[in-house]
């Protein structure tokens, strides 16, 4: 398959921040508040990339100024308002609906990729969008939460973090245009820890960041569910419909499921296993297209 390659950037991406969950426990152990966590994941992913750019990739540290509100949109309105309206959520509202309002962002890059890139609304990504969609809802246990769970703030920032996760696709996608993978990440990373660091004050924890244990979570928080996640999901879109790209990502909840499986000892029953099973037939059926079908049918009749 020509996108092969892309299609596992993105899948090892989703799995990257199916782990998120290991680092920010380590690091709200020690003292840090959901926001202080997200500031430093994309300050010490900047920093990190800021050292691998200048040994590295100087000649992608250059962006045009004219382009800028591209990395403005990727990092604040995509990664700052996206996880302040995720964690607002989880505030409000059961985890479970959480997770299922955030997972709506499939069906959001569908939707705009559409209108903005012009991508083809087919049976294929409707079906997947509807499968990955109810996947999430039995592998999250709705079932769980009563009508006390629901509030009005609740559902428009679940909502909200559904769209500020599909926009990352969508900024990402018109940045390709112009940008190596690379440039985008960094700058996406510098805009979201400018915006975040003043609002967050971790200075004043300064005290907390002297620890051992702080700079084994903050590295790895860092390090693997953010810039190499980032990094292989936006390397994943130069071939990939940013709309199937978002379908395949819904990985994430199932690698968070079996994670606290193994880590934490949760439960999983039918209903959740066939949610699994949904995603990862929304997943299949997303890259599977009746042309490549037909051609392996023809090569095969070649053949013989």
């Given at each position: 398959?020509?996108?092969?390659?892309?299609?596992?950037?993105?899948?090892?991406?989703?799995?990257?921040?199916?782990?998120?969950?290991?680092?920010?426990?380590?690091?709200?152990?020690?003292?840090?508040?959901?926001?202080?966590?997200?500031?430093?994941?994309?300050?010490?992913?900047?920093?990190?990339?800021?050292?691998?750019?200048?040994?590295?990739?100087?000649?992608?540290?250059?962006?045009?100024?004219?382009?800028?509100?591209?990395?403005?949109?990727?990092?604040?309105?995509?990664?700052?308002?996206?996880?302040?309206c995720y964690f607002t959520t989880i505030n409000q509202?059961?985890?479970?609906?959480?997770?299922?309002?955030?997972?709506?962002?499939?069906?959001?890059?569908?939707?705009?990729?559409?209108?903005?890139?012009?991508?083809?609304?087919?049976?294929?990504?409707?079906?997947?969008v509807i499968g990955t969609l109810l996947g999430?809802?039995?592998?999250?246990?709705?079932?769980?939460?009563?009508?006390?769970?629901?509030?009005?703030?609740?559902?428009?920032?679940?909502?909200?973090?559904?769209?500020?996760?599909?926009?990352?696709?969508?900024?990402?996608?018109?940045?390709?245009?112009?940008?190596?993978?690379?440039?985008?990440?960094?700058?996406?990373?510098?805009?979201?820890?400018?915006?975040?660091?003043?609002?967050?004050?971790?200075?004043?924890?300064?005290?907390?960041?002297?620890?051992?244990?702080?700079?084994?979570?903050?590295?790895?928080?860092?390090?693997?569910?953010?810039?190499?996640?980032?990094?292989?999901?936006?390397?994943?879109?130069?071939?990939?419909?940013?709309?199937?790209?978002?379908?395949?990502?819904?990985?994430?909840?199932?690698?968070?499921?079996?994670?606290?499986?193994?880590?934490?000892?949760?439960?999983?029953?039918?209903?959740?296993?066939?949610?699994?099973?949904?995603?990862?037939?929304?997943?299949?059926?997303?890259?599977?297209?009746?042309?490549?079908?037909?051609?392996?049918?023809?090569?095969?009749?070649?053949?013989?």
């Open positions: 398959m020509k996108n092969t390659m892309s299609i596992f950037m993105i899948s090892l991406a989703a799995i990257l921040w199916g782990v998120i969950a290991l680092f920010v426990k380590g690091l709200a152990d020690i003292g840090f508040t959901p926001m202080e966590i997200v500031a430093i994941r994309t300050t010490v992913a900047f920093l990190l990339l800021l050292i691998v750019g200048i040994l590295f990739f100087r000649n992608q540290l250059k962006v045009k100024t004219r382009d800028l509100p591209i990395f403005i949109g990727s990092g604040i309105i995509s990664i700052v308002f996206f996880n302040w509202m059961n985890l479970s609906l959480a997770v299922i309002l955030l997972y709506t962002a499939p069906a959001i890059v569908v939707l705009l990729s559409r209108v903005i890139f012009k991508e083809k609304l087919t049976k294929q990504k409707v079906i997947a999430c809802v039995l592998i999250t246990g709705i079932g769980s939460a009563s009508k006390e769970d629901i509030t009005i703030l609740g559902l428009l920032t679940g909502l909200g973090s559904g769209l500020g996760y599909a926009l990352y696709s969508i900024f990402g996608k018109i940045a390709l245009q112009k940008y190596q993978p690379f440039t985008i990440t960094i700058y996406t990373f510098l805009f979201a820890t400018v915006f975040l660091l003043p609002l967050t004050t971790l200075w004043d924890k300064a005290h907390l960041f002297i620890r051992m244990e702080t700079i084994f979570w903050g590295l790895g928080l860092g390090l693997l569910p953010t810039v190499i996640a980032y990094f292989f999901y936006t390397k994943g879109l130069e071939k990939v419909e940013s709309s199937k790209a978002a379908i395949i990502a819904t990985i994430e909840p199932i690698v968070g499921t079996i994670l606290g499986i193994f880590l934490y000892h949760e439960g999983l029953n039918i209903i959740q296993i066939i949610g699994t099973g949904m995603i990862f037939s929304s997943v299949i059926i997303v890259n599977i297209t009746w042309r490549n079908k037909k051609r392996l049918a023809q090569n095969s009749i070649t053949k013989v």
